[in-house]
C-alpha cells in the first residue's frame, strides 16, 4: 500500500546531489581548500580522572612546522553557561582546555597547530603532558542509580498514573523482567572536520553537522559574538545520527584560528570519535507487566537506567515510549542516571526508542507466551483510544493497520506458536513481530523561495542534509507548492546566512524545512502575477513557521510501526542469522518514496546490527572502549543482512501543511526486539542482554 500521490510528492526522485556525490564533486567538510590553512591535532588525556598537572610544550613548539600548543594554561575563555537552541547546555567536553580537571579518559587536553596536518600529528603524539591521577569508577551495572530524578531537558524522568501495587495484584499474569542493551556508536562514515576563519570581522567556519543554525549559535554563545558576525556551513554531511553538534573539533578551530589569525582545521581522527563524538548509554530496564488471562493489560512499568559523565547530565529515556503504546489502568515509567567517569552520551538515532523498545516489545513477547495470545492480537487488544497516559487525542495511530498489512505480507497466519520446532537441517527457524513509535515533532523555520527572470525558481532554507535526502525531498515539495517541474527548482541548504532553520534531528528535520518552503512558495505563488516580466533580482517570499507550530492543538504525535523478523538458529555454534525482515510503518505522507525506503531500511539495518553485533565494552584498568574503532566495534556487514522490505500504509498527518510526520528514526525502532523475539521463537530461549552473541545463544 503506498499513499496516493500527485505531482512530485510521493514520487520516486533520485538525489539531486547524487551526480555530485558519485563524481566527488561534492566536497565535504575537510576537503574544501583554504589558502594559508593551519592545521590542528587534538591531544587526549591518558588518563579517566584527575588532573593535567603540566604540559611540556617547549619540545614540541621546536618541532617542524608547529605554530602552537593550545591547553587549559594558555586557551582563549569561553562562556559555557547557556541553555542553546535545543533546551540543553553544550556538551563540557567541547568547551575545551577551561580548567585542569580530565573527567574520562580521551578527554581533551590540548591542540597542536602546524603548518600540515602530518606535523600536527607527530608533534601531537610527542606532546608529554603530567596529570595527577585520581581512581576512575566507569562500572555501569543495574541498581547503581545516582542519588535524585535526573533533569532531562525535553522529557519528564518519570511518568504515574495509576496505583501499581493494587493492578499488579489485580493481574492473573505478570511478566517482571530485565533487560540490558550496552554502549553503542554511532561513527559517521564522514568524521567530524571544521575549519574556521576570521573573514571581513565575521568567524566563518565550514563544517561537518546537523544543523547549522544551531552550531552557529553555540558557538556564537561559547565565544561571546553576536550572532549575526558568525556564519557556520555545512553543505554535504556523510552521515549525523545524533553525533554532530557542538564539538571539540569546531571550538578547537576556532580558538586556533583566533589565535593564529588564520583559517584552521580540525579533524577528528576514528579512535578520537569514541571518547569525543557521543555515543549512546548502556541500558538497564526493568519492566513489569501485569495483564488479564487474556493478555488485557492492568500495569505496564517500565524502568531504565543510563550512565551519563560527571560533568553533564544525559537521559537515554528508554522508559519513556511505553507512555504512548499501549492502554493499562497502572502506568509507571521512569528514568534514572549513575554518573560515571565516562563521556557524556549523546542522541543516538532513536535516543531511548531504541533501546527502550528492546525491553518493552520483548516483555511483550513474553506476555502473549504465558497468556498463549498471538503477540500481534495481543498488542489489538492493548490499543489505547488516547494516550494513556496524557490522555491527548492522537494526531493519527495507524498502528494495528500496520500490523494487519506486515502480518498479511510476512506470512504471519500460517505461523505455528510454538518455540523451538522448526527444523531445516542444522538451523533452528523463528518468526518474531514487534512494534515501533516515535514521536512526530516539528521546529520552527524559516524560509525563501524567488522566482528567478530566467523562469526557475530557487529555494533558500537552512536545512541539513546528512545522507537522508532532505535536499531532495525539499525539491519536490518546493514543486509541488510552486505547481512547476522539479528542474526547474534549486534549494540551497547548509549555510547559517540562509537564516533559522531547525536541525537534523529528532526525525524533525523534513518535516518542520517543509512546513516552511511550502508556505514561502505558496506566498509567492500568491503575489505573481501571470505573464508579469521578472526583474533581474527576481521575486521573493519568506516564511516563518514559529507562529504556526505554535498553534498547534495539543496531541500525541507519533509515527507507528510493526516490524517482522524470520531468524535461524545455529545451535552447535550459536550463529544466528537473519533471513527476512518487513517493516510496515504510518509515517505520515512519504514525500519521496525512493530516499525514505533507504532510510527505513537503514534504521532496520541498524537494529538487526544492535540485536546480533553491536556492543562497546569498558575495560575498568583504563576507563576506555576496547577495539575503539571500525574494526573492533562490530557493526553488520553486507553478508549479515538479508532480503529487507520497508513499506508505509496511509497515514498523513493532518496537522501537517504536507502531511508528514517524520521517518529519521522509527526505522530502527522494535526491529531489534523483532530478532529477539524470533530468536526465541526458533530456539525457546529468551534473550534479554543484547547483543545476541554466540556465546550467549550457547
Ligand atoms: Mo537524531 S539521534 O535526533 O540525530
New binding site residues.
Given amino acids: 500500500m503506498t499513499t496516493a500521490t500527485r505531482g512530485a510528492v510521493g514520487t520516486a526522485h533520485t538525489r539531486v546531489e547524487g551526480r555530485d556525490k558519485v563524481t566527488g564533486a561534492a566536497r565535504y567538510a575537510a576537503e574544501i581548500p583554504f589558502a594559508d590553512l593551519a592545521h590542528g591535532w587534538l591531544v587526549l588525556s591518558t588518563v579517566a580522572r584527575g588532573r593535567v598537572r603540566a604540559v611540556d610544550t617547549d619540545a614540541v613548539l621546536g618541532m617542524p612546522g608547529v605554530l602552537t600548543v593550545l591547553h587549559h594554561g594558555n586557551a582563549p575563555r569561553v562562556d559555557s553557561d547557556f541553555i542553546g537552541m535545543l533546551g540543553v547546555p553544550p556538551d563540557p567536553s567541547a568547551a575545551l582546555f577551561q580548567h585542569d580537571r580530565v573527567a574520562h579518559l580521551g578527554w581533551p587536553v590540548a591542540l597542536v597547530v602546524a603548518e600540515t596536518s602530518e606535523q600536527a600529528r607527530e608533534a601531537a603524539e610527542s606532546l608529554v603532558v603530567h596529570y595527577e591521577t585520581e581512581p576512575h569508577d566507569v562500572a555501569f551495572s543495574a541498581g547503581r542509580e545516582s542519588e535524585g530524578y535526573p533533569l532531562d531537558g525535553h522529557l519528564p524522568a518519570v511518568a504515574e498514573k495509576g496505583d501499581l501495587a493494587d493492578r499488579l495484584a489485580a493481574s492473573a499474569v505478570v511478566v517482571d523482567a530485565e533487560y540490558t542493551t550496552p554502549e553503542e556508536y554511532?561513527n559517521p562514515m564522514e568524521p567530524h572536520a571544521a575549519t574556521a576563519r576570521w573573514e571581513g570581522g565575521r568567524l566563518d567556519v565550514v563544517d561537518s553537522n546537523?544543523g547549522t543554525s544551531w552550531v552557529a549559535g553555540e558557538l556564537a554563545n561559547l565565544f561571546s559574538l553576536d550572532p549575526a558576525a558568525v556564519r557556520v556551513r555545512s553543505e554535504h554531511v556523510g552521515g549525523?545520527?545524533?553525533?554532530?553538534g557542538v564539538r571539540a573539533h569546531q571550538v578547537g578551530a576556532v580558538m586556533a584560528a583566533t589565535v593564529l589569525q588564520r583559517p584552521v582545521r580540525v579533524v577528528m581522527t576514528r579512535r578520537q570519535m569514541f571518547s569525543l563524538a557521543g555515543y549512546r548509554s548502556p541500558t538497564a530496564q526493568r519492566v513489569r507487566l501485569g495483564a488479564d488471562a487474556d493478555g488485557r493489560l492492568r500495569v505496564l512499568e517500565h524502568r531504565s537506567l543510563n550512565q551519563t559523565s560527571t560533568v553533564h547530565e544525559f537521559v537515554e529515556p528508554s522508559a519513556a515510549a511505553g507512555r504512548s503504546m499501549y492502554a493499562a489502568d497502572a502506568h509507571h515509567t521512569a528514568s534514572r542516571i549513575v554518573r560515571l567517569d565516562v563521556p557524556t552520551p549523546?542522541?543516538?538515532?532513536?535516543?531511548g526508542e531504541a533501546p527502550g523498545s528492546f525491553a518493552l516489545e520483548s516483555a511483550l513477547d513474553e506476555l502473549a507466551e504465558r497468556c498463549g495470545v498471538d503477540p500481534i492480537e495481543l498488542r489489538v487488544r492493548n490499543e489505547p483510544a488516547v494516550g494513556p497516559v496524557s490522555g491527548l487525542p492522537f494526531g493519527s495511530r495507524n498502528l494495528i493497520a500496520c500490523f494487519r498489512e506486515g502480518a498479511r505480507r510476512f506470512g504471519w497466519a500460517e505461523r505455528d506458536p510454538r518455540p523451538g520446532v522448526r527444523r531445516e537441517g542444522r538451523w533452528l527457524l523463528g518468526t518474531g513481530t514487534a512494534a515501533a513509535s516515535f514521536p512526530a515533532g516539528v521546529g520552527p523555520s524559516t524560509a525563501a523561495v524567488t522566482a528567478e527572470a530566467d523562469g526557475t525558481f530557487t529555494v533558500r532554507i537552512n536545512a541539513a542534509d546528512?545522507g537522508t535526502g532532505a535536499r531532495t525531498a525539499l525539491t519536490l515539495v518546493a514543486a509541488d507548492a510552486l505547481e512547476v517541474p522539479t528542474d526547474r527548482v534549486r534549494v540551497r541548504i547548509g549555510d547559517s546566512d540562509l537564516g533559522p532553520a531547525m536541525?537534523?534531528?529528532?526525525?524533525?528535520g523534513t518535516r518542520s524545512w517543509s512546513w516552511a518552503v511550502q508556505a514561502a512558495a505558496e506566498e509567492l505563488r500568491r503575489s505573481l502575477v501571470p505573464g508579469a516580466d521578472i526583474p533581474p533580482e527576481g521575486i521573493t517570499a519568506r516564511s516563518n513557521t514559529a507562529e504556526a507550530i505554535g498553534a498547534l492543538a495539543q496531541k500525541e504525535r507519533h509515527a507507528f510501526g510493526a516490524q517482522f523478523a524470520e531468524v535461524a538458529v545455529d545451535p552447535a555454534t550459536g550463529e544466528v542469522r537473519v533471513r527476512r525482515m518487513l517493516g510496515i510503518f504510518a509515517a505520515g505522507r512519504i514525500v519521496n518514496p525512493l530516499t525514505a525506503r533507504n532510510q527505513l531500511v537503514g534504521g532496520m539495518v541498524w537494529g538487526l546490527s544492535m540485536a546480533l553485533h553491536e556492543e562497546a565494552v569498558r575495560d575498568r584498568a583504563s576507563g576506555g572502549v576496547y577495539g575503539a574503532d571500525l574494526a573492533g566495534y562490530h557493526v553488520a556487514a553486507h553478508a549479515d543482512v538479508p532480503h529487507i522490505e520497508a513499506d508505509w500504509v496511509d497515514d498523513p498527518d493532518p496537522d501537517d501543511p504536507v502531511g508528514i510526520k517524520g521517518i529519521?528514526?522509527i526505522g530502527i525502532v522494535g526491529a531489534a526486539a523483532a530478532v529477539a523475539n524470533a530468536v526465541w521463537h526458533a530456539t525457546g530461549v529468551r534473550h534479554r542482554n543484547l547483543p545476541i552473541r554466540p556465546d550467549r545463544v550457547l
Avoid at 240 to 244: D, I, L, M, P
Fill in positions: 554511532h546537523q549525523g545520527f545524533g553525533s554532530k549523546t542522541w543516538m538515532r532513536a535516543p546528512i536541525i537534523a534531528g529528532g526525525s524533525t529519521g528514526e
